[in-house]
């Protein structure tokens, strides 16, 4: 079992910044893949990002546009989301994910096993 809490989420005018963490604990994250995903209300879930265990290969979904960028540090069991530019259109509830690399790496909420409880992220116009 691995535990995931998200922070750094909050309320931000549009154009502004913001850095979500997911720190993990209960097992080794060196051990599997990672992602961002979030939930706008009346929406589907969405992947916002995912990262391989190693950090050499990223996804972006589309509506990221270059503005967010993933990383992970498997030494402090850790994995972030910079946001800048942020839209009000990006409002919602972002989720740290964690996947065992033997279940293989994607981006969709079913390739995941393990999710944190979300962190807001609301932003004004």
């Known amino acids: 079992q691995v535990q995931l809490v998200e922070s750094g989420g909050g309320l931000v005018q549009a154009g502004g910044s913001l850095n979500l963490t997911c720190a993990a604990s209960?097992?080794?994250?060196?051990?599997?893949?990672m992602g961002w995903f979030r939930q706008a209300p009346g929406k589907e879930r969405e992947v916002v990002a995912a990262i391989t265990w190693s950090g050499q290969t990223t996804y972006y979904a589309d509506f990221v546009q270059g503005r967010f960028i993933i990383s992970r540090d498997n030494a402090k069991n850790t994995q972030y989301l910079q946001m800048n530019s942020l839209k009000p259109e990006d409002t919602a509830v972002y989720f740290c994910t964690a996947n065992p690399i033997g279940s293989g790496y994607g981006q969709r909420p079913s390739d995941f096993n393990y999710w944190g409880q979300g962190t807001q992220v609301t932003v004004s116009s």
């Open positions: 209960g097992r080794t994250l060196s051990r599997f893949h």
